[in-house]
């Protein structure tokens, strides 16, 4: 069971990186990716799980990028999985993000707080140290101010683009950013490519495009994709020579996602880590 998109608590999951590795064992994921958004913070403490939890870790992360199509920009998530942290480029594109991140939430949150019970102490009060901010946690302080149910109740309204308290961050263009991530010998992966009721989603030309540009993959097998969606992106990766993966994009408690509800084919992973720089960390090679 090869689980390739997680999140933990060093971005909008609810889960240390310990506790996904520990939840992956749990759940019998035999390999899981631990993909943080914008960050890699997490890589070490997940690393340390290994030998406990006897699950082999992929190291990545999912980098918020931006689309640009004759109809506008459309928000595209990149998987990168066994890149070089340390790339100078890349490293330098992530940390702006989460820059911006930051600045965009406390605009979000002065917004809120003209019409609802919040502050910016609450937003804080509801990330991890070292944590990449964003929209979850400003999610999380309106369901323990009582605003809010819970999360989706959150983002289906008030943090919705269409929203008069959104406010967008700063992405990389995504097909610079599918460069970005080769030359930091990493492999790119486009995260759930038709999971419309997030938003917008972007063209098959603009995926043949990317794929121009060096993306490597699509997953095709994601809980936000109906089982036609699913066949047209098989199909898609088939004609444009690109892999597929299958991922929960597990969040904790922070989403109804489940561990190992959707697989990454072993040959897939095996393709995956021959062109990346990092080695998968098994339990039995540390």
């Known amino acids: 069971m090869i689980d390739l998109h997680t999140h933990s608590c060093a971005s909008d999951g609810t889960d240390t990186p310990r506790g996904v590795m520990e939840a992956a064992a749990a759940a019998g994921v035999t390999v899981v990716a631990l993909t943080d958004h914008d960050t890699t913070v997490g890589w070490d403490e997940a690393a340390a799980a290994v030998p406990d939890t006897r699950v082999a870790l992929v190291r990545g ?3 918020s990028t931006r689309a640009h199509t ?9 998987l990168a999985y066994l890149h ?3 790339h100078p480029t890349l490293r330098s594109e992530l940390e702006r993000t989460r820059h911006d991140r930051v600045q965009r939430a406390r605009r979000m949150a002065e917004r809120l707080a003209e019409d609802f019970p919040l502050t910016w102490d609450d937003v804080v009060a509801q990330t991890h140290d070292g ?6 946690h400003l999610a999380d302080a309106l369901v323990a101010a009582g605003v809010v149910a819970h999360r989706d109740e959150a983002f289906a309204t008030m943090l919705h683009p269409g929203a008069p308290y959104y406010v967008p961050h700063y992405a990389p263009d995504t097909a610079d950013a599918v460069r970005g991530v080769l030359a930091a010998g990493g492999v790119p992966v486009m995260a759930h490519p038709r999971a419309g009721t997030r938003g917008r989603v972007v063209t098959e030309d603009t995926i043949a495009e990317l794929t121009q540009a060096g993306l490597a993959g699509l ?5 936000d994709h109906t089982d036609p969606d699913r066949a047209r992106m098989r199909g898609l990766a088939q004609e444009l020579g690109l892999l597929v993966t299958g991922s929960s994009d597990y969040h904790g408690a922070g989403k109804q996602n489940r561990l190992g509800e959707h697989r990454t084919d072993p040959a897939v992973l095996a393709e995956i880590e021959e062109r990346g720089t990092l080695e998968v960390l098994r339990p039995w090679t540390r």
């Open 70 to 78: 004759p109809s506008g920009g459309i928000s595209v998530h990149l």
């Open 61 to 63: 992360v999912e980098i």
């Open 84 to 86: 070089d942290p340390q």
């Open 219 to 223: 997953e095709a097998d994601h809980r």
């Open 131 to 136: 944590a990449t901010v964003g929209r979850p």
